[in-house]
């Protein structure tokens, strides 16, 4: 994998209110982690694509 992307870091324990907002810090937190966990998926299948091609 060519590009560095780092896993989103969960909000820390004095983050959320415990009041259930909406949205609530977790809310983010788990928004980014599924676009992330998505772009490592495009990421590896990209690397397998270019180590297939040579």
Known sequence: MN???E???PPADSECCDSA???CV???Y???LKTWRL???EL???AD???NEQ
Request: aromatic letters at 8%; charged letters at 35%; one cysteine or more.
């Open 3 to 5: 590009e560095i992307n």
């Open 7 to 9: 896993k989103p870091l």
């Open 21 to 23: 907002c909406n949205p």
């Open 26 to 28: 977790w809310d983010h």
């Open 30 to 32: 788990y928004a980014e």
């Open 39 to 41: 772009k490592q998926v």
């Open 44 to 46: 590896k299948e990209q």
């Open 49 to 51: 694509e270019a180590s």
